[in-house]
């Protein structure tokens, strides 16, 4: 049986892309029950279009990713995309840990992100498996074998 690491790469991006949205409700869930949003990062103006600007990006980059999937099958593109995953991961991990720093600690984000963080590891292992399954990426685990003998 082949595996077929593209629509498992897209179907994480997927979910990972839909926990991310999920994540941004459920900040604004209070909204609904007439309740206030907490501010953590009040700023000007220009702040706040900042951060607009890197939110969009941060999902832009994901939806780019799968698009790339379906048509590339470069092992260039899957170093950078393996790259990607991992520079992921890293900004999940400190989002976990700004979340715990959040006042009062919403417990239901921080499982959120939790989740995510593991997504995105898995995430790592699979474009990691696809980037060694492509002929350039056998030629050097092949030759990194010789080089160890």
């Not at 997927?14 to 501010?39: I, N, S």
């Not at 000007?44 to 799968?66: G, K, N, Q, R």
């Amino acid at each position: 049986m082949m595996v077929n690491y593209r629509e498992k790469i897209t179907a994480l991006w997927v979910v990972f892309l839909l926990g991310l949205l999920f994540h941004t409700q459920l900040a604004l869930m209070p909204l609904f029950h007439g309740l206030d949003v907490a501010h953590s990062h009040a700023g000007s103006e220009s702040d706040v279009s900042i951060v607009f600007w890197l939110m969009l990006v941060f999902f832009l980059i994901p939806m780019a990713a799968i698009v790339a999937i379906a048509f590339t099958e470069s092992y260039r593109y899957r170093v950078i995309h393996f790259g990607v995953t991992v520079l992921y991961s890293i900004l999940n991990f400190f989002h976990v840990v700004a979340d715990l720093m959040v006042q009062p600690i919403v417990w239901s984000q921080i499982l959120l992100m939790v989740v995510l963080f593991l997504v995105g590891l898995l995430l790592n292992l699979v474009a990691y498996q696809w980037l060694r399954s492509s002929p350039a990426g056998k030629l050097r685990k092949a030759r990194d074998v010789l080089h160890h003998s």
